[in-house]
C-alpha cells in the first residue's frame, strides 16, 4: 500500500513534503520486516532529510526506525556469526 501511495503522493506534494517522508518511513519500516536492510536505510535515511530539511517534530519517529534497523542488522550479523558486524550495529 506504500508503494502504491508512494507515486501519488509524490506527485500531489512533492518528493520533499513531509507527507512523503510519513511513507518513506512506512516503506522502510516495512523493508526492515522482509529483511531487505539496504533498502530500508534507504528510505529511513531520504525521510530523515525531509523530516529535518521542514524541522518537523516527527523527526524522532525516524531515528527510532533507524535504531529497530541497526538492532535487526546486528541480530542478522549474529546470526550469521559475524561478530565485527555484530558490534558494529
Known sequence: FFEKARGPM???YGVDHVE????????GEVAILEGNFDQSDNHLNRALLIFQ???HPDQYLVLEA???L????ALAAK????????EKF
Request: hydrophobic content about 15%; charged content about 35%.
Open 10 to 12: 509524490e506527485g500531489t
Open 20 to 27: 512523503t517522508g510519513y511513507i518513506l518511513k512506512g516503506l
Open 53 to 55: 530539511k521542514h524541522k
Open 66 to 68: 533507524l535504531s529497530d
Open 70 to 73: 541497526s538492532y535487526r542488522k
Open 79 to 86: 546470526a550469521k556469526g559475524d561478530h565485527q558486524g555484530d
